[in-house]
Nanobody, 116 residues
Framework: QVQLAESGGGLGQAGGSLTLTCAAS????????MGWFRQAVGKQREFVAG???????MYAPSVNGRFIVSGDIAKNTVILQLASLKVEDTAVYYC??????????WGQGTQVTVSS
């Protein structure tokens, strides 16, 4: 069984920054990619950013240039640095870890609230 542990998040101010971290654990598990989705109240879960084992990363247009995803996929860890926060970044952020056969494991989610 693969488990994901998220940390960080909390309350931030518009224009400020926050950092989220996530670590995946499980016997023999090697993530092919990791990243983050988010879900705001009343909205569908949406992709935020992800990083692959080869080091390539991808971002949603709404966060590109403001958020940075990094980590050591070989060690099943990923970090999301949120900067230039906007009120609309308020959401529950979910970490995912993708296996080599494209199965996604999910964290419990961590709340990010941005005040104006």
């Amino acid at each position: 069984q693969v488990q994901l542990a998220e940390s960080g998040g909390g309350l931030g101010q518009a224009g400020g920054s926050l950092t989220l971290t996530c670590a995946a654990s499980g016997h023999g598990f090697r993530a092919a990619g990791m990243g983050w989705f988010r879900q705001a109240v009343g909205k569908q879960r949406e992709f935020v950013a992800g990083i692959r084992r080869d080091g390539s990363s991808m971002y949603a247009p709404s966060v590109n240039g403001r958020f940075i995803v990094s980590g050591d996929i070989a060690k099943n860890t990923v970090i999301l640095q949120l900067a230039s926060l906007k009120v609309e970044d308020t959401a529950v952020y979910y970490c995912y870890a993708r296996s080599g056969d494209d199965y996604d494991f999910w964290g419990q989610g961590t709340q990010v609230t941005v005040s104006s």
